[in-house]
């Protein structure tokens, strides 16, 4: 317990993550396209796309997500506590991806006010031009961290003294600026592409918002999600299926998320080739984009070659910032496009009706089972009470931390699986006590009935958790939607109750029988003999009738009368 919310208080997480039904949501129902441009999208295409999102959003599977198909080409999103604009990002990405090299990076437009600098970061000599803040390193190698910047964003050092408006070629200018980079000539290698004065020109007139296609053959202008700053990419060094895995975590010898990457055989050839070219660029040149559906989502810099298949990209990434980037990396391309076709928000005020009529089905019956165990049990019902109110906490603590690290989400079908979980505890209370009480009445005494007692209860209370917990874990595996939420529940506050009854429930036992209370048998203990069915508690002896005193013969004085 002391573990536990030890754990919440550094994470600062104190309340279990509702789910859809509790605390209301986000829908969004998507038309799917064919990415051909040309005929209907198949029900395999359907399929593949919704279970590469319920990937994103689902996580392990108890993140109560609800993901359908409707209809030849719809799918249906509803997920917990979503906000609208972070939902639709996640889940409409068709996930186009390619690494490029960044040749130019400006501001898109001049900031109203100047952005504030985070604390023991150097300061720009432009404030519209931020220093890098990601940076890409082999996995086995430490290298310095690039200093943190806004947004956590990578910019060329070498940009720092820029104008941040940038002005265009002192050239003719034609009545319409173009609206696309030139493209390369055929089968030029992508690492030795550089920019004409034409493309520099275009990129000079190019403004986030302007349509651009992502033709990885061709040079890209490109803007940041946020809209704040934009790019001039060459032609894709790499795409998206040369990644094999991705994940965001923290590494042991750091505080800071970073993602970790993982390449296919190909692509770690293809990467350290890449990584060989851009880091001799030299410091400030040596950037490179991961541009998703044509938008820059991350520009780290490149310090050496990177051999081996794996890198990580550190930096000042947040949390989410991390988990977004590794999810988008790693479940790859939807194989269609989709259109937005609703965006709808979810109210709780339903389940919330429904919450508290289930938390007064759960107080009722927990007083229920504390009223029996006093009246059959008498004394012992202290230790009902008191493993319930531990299993209680344990449950409690495991869901709220559950929550945040893998995304767990209490729903109305959860909150189930937990007042379910009150009978299950119950039963290896019953389980134990019964055995004791025999073990009394077979004429053993009450300290050696509770070793014996639970030698042969705990073999009982072992095998019915474990049908519980494999019922659990085959609804888990098997179901889909809220019934996997059950049946989560129900394997945890199954193995709480084996944890429990064994660390807490048995050494409380033992320690009561010590006691006057419990172990000469008190009339209110449960183990009374009247209340047992014996004559009396083994080890007592059998009161038997008190001996009348002989009586006092003396002699008269005198002789005999």
């Known amino acids: 317990m002391v573990l536990l919310?030890?754990?919440?208080?550094?994470?600062?997480?104190?309340?279990?993550?509702?789910?859809?039904?509790?605390?209301?949501?986000?829908?969004?129902?998507?038309?799917?396209?064919?990415?051909?441009?040309?005929?209907?999208?198949?029900?395999?295409?359907?399929?593949?796309?919704?279970?590469?999102?319920?990937?994103?959003?689902?996580?392990?599977?108890?993140?109560?997500a609800d993901i359908t198909t409707s209809g030849a080409n719809h799918i249906n999103v509803a997920v917990p506590g979503a906000t609208q604009d972070a939902l639709v990002k996640?889940?409409?990405?068709?996930?186009?991806?390619?690494?490029?090299?960044?040749?130019?990076?400006?501001?898109?437009?001049?900031?109203?006010?100047?952005?504030?600098?985070?604390?023991?970061t150097p300061t720009a000599k432009s404030s519209t031009t931020p220093k890098p803040s990601t940076t890409v390193k082999p996995s086995a190698t430490a290298t310095a961290k690039p200093t943190s910047t806004p947004n956590g964003r990578a910019w060329s050092s070498a940009l720092a003294d820029a104008d941040p408006t940038p002005t265009p070629t002192p050239t003719a200018k034609p009545s319409t600026p173009a609206a696309t980079p030139s493209t390369p000539a055929a089968n030029a290698d992508p690492l030795q592409y550089v920019p004409d004065a034409a493309t520099q020109t275009a990129f000079a007139a190019f403004k986030c918002g302007d349509k651009q296609t992502d033709d990885p053959s061709k040079p890209l202008f490109s803007c940041d999600r946020n809209g704040q700053y934009r790019y001039l990419l060459g032609p894709a060094i790499m795409k998206g299926t040369d990644l094999?895995?991705?994940?965001?975590?923290?590494?042991?010898?750091?505080?800071?998320?970073?993602?970790?990457?993982?390449?296919?055989?190909?692509?770690?050839?293809?990467?350290?080739?890449?990584?060989?070219?851009?880091?001799?660029?030299?410091?400030?040149?040596?950037?490179?984009?991961?541009?998703?559906?044509?938008?820059?989502?991350?520009?780290?810099?490149?310090?050496?070659?990177?051999?081996?298949?794996?890198?990580?990209?550190?930096?000042?990434?947040?949390e989410a910032e991390a988990r977004d980037l590794a999810n988008v990396l790693k479940y790859g391309a939807l194989p269609v496009s989709f259109d937005i076709s609703s965006v709808e928000t979810?109210?709780?005020?339903?389940?919330?009706?429904?919450?508290?009529?289930?938390?007064?089905?759960?107080?009722?019956g927990l007083a229920l089972v504390v009223l029996f165990s006093f009246l059959y049990y008498r004394g012992l019902g202290i230790v009902v009470v008191l493993s319930l109110g531990v299993a209680a906490v344990l449950t409690y603590a495991s869901v709220v931390l559950l929550g945040k690290a893998i995304g767990f989400t209490l729903t109305l079908a959860g909150i189930a699986g937990l007042i379910v979980a009150i009978g299950i505890t119950a039963d290896s209370f019953v389980i134990y006590f019964e055995r004791l009480?025999?073990?009394?009445?077979?004429?053993?005494?009450?300290?050696?009935?509770?070793?014996?007692?639970?030698?042969?209860?705990?073999?009982?209370?072992?095998?019915?958790?474990?049908?519980s917990l494999l019922a659990a874990v085959v609804l888990y595996i098997l179901a889909i939607g809220s019934v996997r939420g059950f049946a989560f529940t129900l394997g945890l506050t199954t193995l709480i109750d084996l944890l429990v009854v064994f660390i807490f429930t048995k050494p409380l036992v033992t320690l009561l029988a010590r006691t006057d209370f419990f172990g000469h048998g008190h009339k209110l203990s449960g183990l009374d003999p009247e209340h047992l069915g014996v004559e009396r508690l083994p080890g007592q002896m059998k009161p038997t009738a008190r001996p009348a005193k002989p009586s006092s013969t003396r002699k008269p004085v005198g002789g005999e009368v």
């Not at 994470?11 to 209301?24: A, E, S």
């Not at 979810?346 to 009722?364: C, E, H, M, R, T």
Request: aromatic share 6%; glycine share 14%.
């Open 346 to 364: 979810v109210s709780p005020q339903l389940g919330g009706d429904q919450l508290s009529a289930g938390i007064w089905a759960g107080l009722i």
């Open 437 to 467: 009480r025999d073990e009394v009445r077979e004429g053993r005494s009450l300290r050696s009935s509770v070793e014996t007692g639970w030698a042969r209860a705990k073999h009982t209370i072992i095998a019915a958790d474990s049908i």
């Open 244 to 318: 094999a895995d991705a994940s965001a975590g923290i590494p042991q010898s750091g505080f800071q998320w970073q993602v970790n990457l993982k390449f296919t055989g190909e692509g770690g050839d293809k990467f350290l080739k890449a990584t060989q070219n851009i880091s001799a660029r030299g410091q400030g040149q040596n950037l490179f984009a991961i541009v998703l559906d044509g938008e820059t989502i991350s520009t780290p810099s490149v310090d050496q070659p990177i051999p081996g298949g794996q890198a990580q990209i550190t930096g000042t990434f947040t």
């Open 5 to 64: 919310f030890g754990i919440m208080g550094l994470t600062k997480t104190w309340k279990p993550k509702l789910g859809l039904d509790l605390r209301g949501g986000t829908t969004i129902t998507l038309t799917a396209n064919s990415l051909a441009g040309g005929g209907s999208v198949t029900a395999d295409q359907l399929n593949e796309a919704k279970n590469i999102i319920s990937q994103r959003v689902n996580g392990a599977g108890v993140a109560e």
């Open 90 to 120: 996640q889940v409409g990405q068709t996930a186009l991806l390619y690494f490029r090299i960044v040749y130019d990076a400006q501001a898109a437009a001049p900031p109203a006010t100047p952005s504030p600098t985070p604390s023991g």
